[in-house]
């Protein structure tokens, strides 16, 4: 039976959900079973053999539901591999260089035994709900910033150890 993985995320307007389904979509080729939930709808992860949760970043923090998720799951996360993703940047930074995890995540990271993190680039277009948000893309600082090359990279990375641990 193929290493149960869930990919868990925290997002307001669905680009960080369109990252883990990414992500997913990989460990699954691989020959993991992958399963995509939005944080809040995830009640148990006793289940699974491995976990990659991803958060939006909003002024610094991560998104309150990845923040909730890892807080309400902390025990049973800490006894499985654990993967962790941001997503945010407007611009390309995130495919240019390394951007270490917020210092919410990086504590996330030391209490859980996380065993990485990546910060991808952000997406914000027409239609973004909340105000700021809808600032930014009027002031013409939105867009598409998604590396998907560099995404499914790292999820075949995740697969690659996974495989090697024997999970």
């Not at 993991?32 to 006793?46: I, S, W």
């Not at 997503?87 to 495919?95: R, V, Y």
Request: glycine share 10%; net charge positive.
């Amino acid at each position: 039976m193929p290493a149960r993985v869930l990919v868990a995320y925290g997002t307001t307007n669905g680009s960080t959900a369109r990252i883990a389904e990414a992500i997913a979509d990989v460990l699954n080729k691989e020959g993991l079973a992958a399963e995509v939930l939005p944080a809040p709808a995830v009640t148990e992860v006793e289940s699974y053999d491995a976990v990659v949760v991803g958060g939006g970043l909003y002024a610094g923090r991560w998104h309150k539901h990845a923040r909730r998720f890892v807080r309400r799951h902390r025990r049973a996360l800490a006894g499985r591999p654990l993967w962790l993703f941001s997503s945010g940047p407007l611009d390309a930074s995130a495919s240019e260089r390394d951007i270490p995890p917020v210092p919410g995540v990086r504590r996330t990271m030391t209490r859980l035994d996380a065993k990485a993190h990546i910060t991808f680039g952000g997406c914000l277009e027409e239609g973004a709900k909340g105000r700021i948000a809808r600032m930014i893309v009027h002031n013409g600082k939105g867009g598409d910033f998604r590396d998907f090359a560099q995404i499914e990279a790292w999820a075949a990375r995740i697969a690659t150890e996974l495989a090697d641990q024997g999970a």
